[in-house]
């Protein structure tokens, strides 16, 4: 299980294990945080092809499908 602190999100860099649309290295684009400081939103940023995509950001805590860093 990957742990951090989701107000450190912003700009992570990620790798997906089971890489998409011949997709691996992302980044975090974009988050924003209710009043709480709760994350209501995440938003995805392919490396290679610019592509976003919004994402629940606790499946990043999952080791299957991401890795921290670039690997």
Not at 1 to 16: D, I, Q
Not at 25 to 48: K, P, Q, R, T, W
Request: overall charge positive; some cysteine.
């Amino acid at each position: 299980m990957n742990t951090f602190n989701p107000k450190k999100l912003l700009n992570s860099k990620w790798t997906a294990t089971q890489p998409q649309h011949k997709e691996k290295h992302f980044l975090v684009s974009d988050i924003e945080f209710n009043e709480e400081g709760a994350v209501v939103y995440c938003l995805m940023e392919a490396v290679m092809s610019k592509r976003e995509f919004e994402i629940q950001w606790q499946s990043l805590k999952n080791n299957s499908q991401w890795k921290m860093g670039w690997h």
